[in-house]
């Protein structure tokens, strides 16, 4: 055990003090390094180096014949290894020409200009100063950093575009949409998802002079360019907020900090919730119930989603029916309607589906009369400021209309969706899937006909090579009998039939 122990704790040690990518290129290093060794013990130590090599380090793989209980070696192994790499490579150029098991993309033209947008526009106007600035992977995913105009910097997670940061002070983010400024005075807010910029530097305005923001993320490499290369492009956009590297959750169990905001903009581990990602525990019951317990009694959830695909809408759906469920059973509410406030704006200038979002403001105490004054007096500033970019989908005790207002109030999804059809639960631990809303789930299926694909490939690509490895060694012992059948007569019983079989 000692060895393993050893070479365990040293690797741990590589991996804690450098980059994973640096410690798996010494080890492949190594691994080439032993192969090289292996083939150079066979050449230079004769038959006893090739002989301790073979059965210390390598075995051949050997097979029993039935037919003589002798031991037949089989062909030589780099036939077989040559076969292995032509299906290998068979199978990898069907899969590029089809990409029919989603192993590896290849990045078509279309696709390029989907991902990078922003690049593709400014390298084919060419009037203007294109970087590619900063680039590191961790293991919760990789992060692209594009200067594409004179004081915008875009941001990429895993090729997907995610957030920017400009070169703007708190100052200019006075009318953002996304975090009412005034609702509550000097509050304390908790950033989720600080995601490069995000709403941090809307966060530090609304706060004040008297307030804190505290940000989270999970993803180191964001912090290590925002800390880092980042920091004076975004007018130092980290400076004061109290920085933590670690999902939310854990610091929920970890902290007694009571906040008056708790932000959580498009806070998925997807893309966002009109499609299928993995699970993920910030918007179930159990992930509200400490929401609940970290917020002021006036103080507010806030959530963003982009509401661009049906499968968004229904997925928003369902975050409200979780929330009025998580309000009645952890805070008590009696009437969980009077604690939303639901509104829509566009992100862009053009007012399309894919830049809708949806802000949805959940107090933990019921809205009170000054609440609804400032949200009458802040709605009307944002229509003098951007026109009617801010629609108000529901506020307690007015009639906007709607299906958020049905569901609002009711609280009954299924008057709005066919329940053979969808499902609408409340999203719990045990199930961490908020996008999952229709039943048939079309998503699984689809996901899991592309796993079973690649796991037929490389299950039955092995099988079929032991099976070949076995015929060639049935073959080899039917032609060892023959050959000691031919050298050596037998006789029979008697000399009067007596016969010499070849």
């Given at each position: 055990?000692?060895?393993f122990?050893?070479?365990g704790?040293?690797?741990?040690?590589?991996?804690?003090?450098?980059?994973?990518?640096?410690?798996?290129l010494?080890?492949?290093f190594?691994?080439?390094?032993?192969?090289?060794?292996?083939?150079?013990?066979?050449r230079?130590?004769g038959?006893k180096g090739?002989?301790?090599?073979?059965?210390?380090?390598?075995?051949?793989?050997?097979?029993?014949s039935?037919?003589?209980?002798?031991?037949?070696?089989?062909?030589?192994f780099s036939?077989?290894?040559?076969?292995?790499?032509?299906?290998?490579?068979?199978t990898?150029?069907?899969h590029?020409a089809?990409?029919?098991l989603?192993?590896t993309?290849?990045?078509?033209d279309r696709?390029?200009?989907?991902?990078?947008?922003?690049f593709t526009?400014?390298?084919?106007?060419k009037?203007?100063?294109?970087?590619?600035?900063?680039?590191?992977?961790s293991?919760?995913?990789?992060?692209?950093?594009?200067?594409?105009?004179r004081?915008?910097?875009?941001?990429?997670?895993?090729?997907?575009?995610?957030?920017h940061?400009?070169?703007?002070?708190?100052?200019?983010?006075?009318?953002d949409?996304?975090?009412a400024?005034?609702?509550?005075e000097?509050?304390?807010?908790?950033?989720?998802?600080?995601?490069?910029?995000?709403?941090?530097?809307t966060?530090k305005?609304v706060?004040?002079?008297?307030?804190?923001?505290?940000?989270?993320?999970i993803?180191?490499a964001?912090?290590k360019?925002m800390?880092?290369?980042?920091?004076?492009?975004?007018k130092k956009a980290?400076?004061g907020?109290?920085?933590?590297?670690i999902?939310?959750?854990?610091?929920?169990?970890?902290?007694?900090?009571?906040?008056?905001?708790i932000?959580m903009?498009?806070?998925?581990?997807?893309r966002?919730?009109?499609?299928t990602?993995?699970?993920e525990y910030?918007?179930?019951?159990?992930?509200?119930?400490?929401?609940?317990?970290?917020?002021?009694d006036?103080?507010?959830l806030?959530?963003?989603?982009?509401?661009l695909?049906?499968?968004?809408?229904r997925?928003?759906?369902?975050?409200?029916?979780?929330?009025r469920?998580?309000?009645a059973?952890?805070?008590?509410?009696a009437?969980?309607?009077r604690?939303?406030?639901?509104?829509?704006?566009?992100?862009?200038?053009k007012?399309?589906?894919?830049?809708?979002?949806?802000q949805?403001?959940?107090?933990?105490?019921?809205?009170d009369?000054?609440?609804?004054?400032?949200?009458?007096?802040w709605?009307?500033?944002q229509?003098?400021?951007?026109?009617?970019d801010?629609?108000?989908?529901?506020?307690?005790?007015?009639?906007?209309?709607?299906?958020?207002?049905?569901?609002?109030?009711?609280g009954?999804p299924?008057?709005?969706?066919?329940?053979?059809?969808?499902?609408?639960?409340?999203?719990?631990?045990?199930?961490?899937?908020?996008?999952?809303?229709?039943?048939g789930?079309?998503?699984?299926?689809?996901?899991?006909?592309?796993v079973?694909?690649?796991?037929?490939?490389?299950?039955?690509?092995?099988v079929?090579?032991?099976?070949?490895?076995?015929?060639?060694?049935?073959?080899s012992?039917?032609?060892?009998?023959?050959?000691?059948?031919?050298?050596?007569?037998?006789r029979s019983c008697?000399?009067r039939?007596?016969?010499?079989v070849?």
């Amino acid at each position: 055990m000692t060895p393993f122990v050893a070479a365990g704790f040293v690797i741990a040690s590589a991996f804690a003090r450098s980059g994973s990518h640096v410690v798996y290129l010494f080890d492949m290093f190594g691994a080439a390094a032993g192969a090289a060794g292996r083939a150079c013990r066979c050449r230079c130590c004769g038959k006893k180096g090739r002989g301790f090599s073979r059965g210390s380090w390598a075995p051949w793989p050997r097979f029993v014949s039935r037919a003589d209980s002798r031991t037949v070696r089989t062909a030589p192994f780099s036939g077989v290894a040559a076969a292995l790499a032509l299906a290998l490579t068979a199978t990898l150029g069907a899969h590029l020409a089809t990409d029919a098991l989603n192993f590896t993309r290849r990045v078509k033209d279309r696709d390029q200009k989907r991902m990078f947008r922003d690049f593709t526009n400014a390298t084919e106007r060419k009037n203007e100063q294109f970087d590619y600035i900063f680039s590191r992977g961790s293991l919760v995913e990789r992060i692209d950093m594009f200067k594409t105009r004179r004081n915008v910097v875009v941001t990429y997670y895993n090729a997907h575009p995610n957030d920017h940061i400009s070169a703007f002070r708190t100052r200019a983010y006075a009318k953002d949409r996304r975090l009412a400024n005034g609702l509550v005075e000097n509050p304390d807010v908790l950033v989720i998802g600080t995601a490069a910029e995000g709403i941090v530097k809307t966060a530090k305005l609304v706060a004040g002079k008297k307030g804190r923001v505290t940000g989270l993320d999970i993803n180191p490499a964001v912090v290590k360019a925002m800390v880092g290369p980042l920091y004076d492009f975004s007018k130092k956009a980290y400076r004061g907020i109290d920085l933590h590297v670690i999902d939310a959750r854990s610091y929920f169990k970890r902290t007694k900090k009571k906040f008056h905001f708790i932000t959580m903009m498009n806070t998925h581990r997807m893309r966002n919730i009109g499609y299928t990602g993995q699970p993920e525990y910030l918007h179930t019951m159990e992930s509200m119930h400490d929401v609940f317990d970290r917020l002021h009694d006036n103080g507010w959830l806030v959530l963003e989603e982009r509401d661009l695909n049906n499968a968004a809408r229904r997925g928003i759906h369902r975050f409200i029916v979780t929330a009025r469920e998580a309000l009645a059973e952890y805070a008590g509410a009696a009437d969980p309607a009077r604690h939303f406030w639901v509104y829509d704006w566009y992100g862009g200038k053009k007012k399309r589906r894919g830049s809708l979002y949806t802000q949805i403001y959940v107090k933990k105490t019921p809205i009170d009369a000054d609440d609804l004054a400032f949200i009458d007096e802040w709605t009307e500033m944002q229509h003098r400021r951007n026109g009617r970019d801010v629609v108000t989908r529901y506020i307690p005790g007015r009639r906007t209309g709607g299906p958020m207002e049905k569901l609002i109030v009711s609280g009954e999804p299924y008057d709005l969706y066919d329940r053979e059809k969808f499902q609408f639960e409340p999203v719990a631990d045990d199930k961490p899937f908020p996008f999952d809303t229709e039943r048939g789930r079309p998503h699984v299926r689809a996901i899991v006909a592309v796993v079973a694909k690649l796991a037929a490939v490389a299950g039955l690509l092995p099988v079929a090579v032991l099976i070949g490895l076995r015929g060639l060694a049935g073959r080899s012992a039917r032609a060892g009998r023959g050959r000691r059948l031919g050298a050596v007569p037998r006789r029979s019983c008697c000399f009067r039939c007596s016969v010499s079989v070849t």
